[in-house]
Nanobody, 125 residues
Framework: QVQLVESGGGLVQAGGSLKLSCAAS????????MGWFRRAPGKEREFVAA????????YYADSVKGRFTISRDNAKNMVYLQMNSLKPEDTAVYYCNAGQLPLATMRDPDRYDYWGQGTQVTVSS
């Protein structure tokens, strides 16, 4: 079992930055692929980013590539999402996820085993 707790969300103006954190407890987080998804009001869950177990490989949705950076610190059981140049369309609840899944399926939210409670990010224009 893994428990995930996100933090760092908030209200920011367009063009600003936020850094989300995800604290993992329970089984060692380094055993899992870690991902970030988001859900905007009235929309489906959307893949944002994922990172391999070692942190050596990262993957991004086209909509955030070049603006967001996912990282992890396995010694601290932490995963981060640095978000720069934020846009109003980035407004959503952001969820941290953990799963033992093939990297080829990392964009599928149903393949993840554990989800955090989410943290709200609101970007004003």
């Amino acid at each position: 079992q893994v428990q995930l707790v996100e933090s760092g969300g908030g209200l920011v103006q367009a063009g600003g930055s936020l850094k989300l954190s995800c604290a993992a407890s329970g089984r060692t987080a380094s055993s899992y692929i870690m991902g970030w998804f988001r859900r905007a009001p009235g929309k489906e869950r959307e893949f944002v980013a994922a990172i391999s177990r070692s942190g050596g490989s990262t993957y991004y949705a086209d909509s955030v590539k070049g603006r967001f950076t996912i990282s992890r610190d396995n010694a601290k059981n932490m995963v981060y999402l640095q978000m720069n140049s934020l846009k109003p369309e980035d407004t959503a609840v952001y969820y941290c996820n953990a799963g033992q899944l093939p990297l080829a399926t990392m964009r599928d939210p149903d393949r993840y085993d554990y989800w955090g409670q989410g943290t709200q990010v609101t970007v004003s224009s």
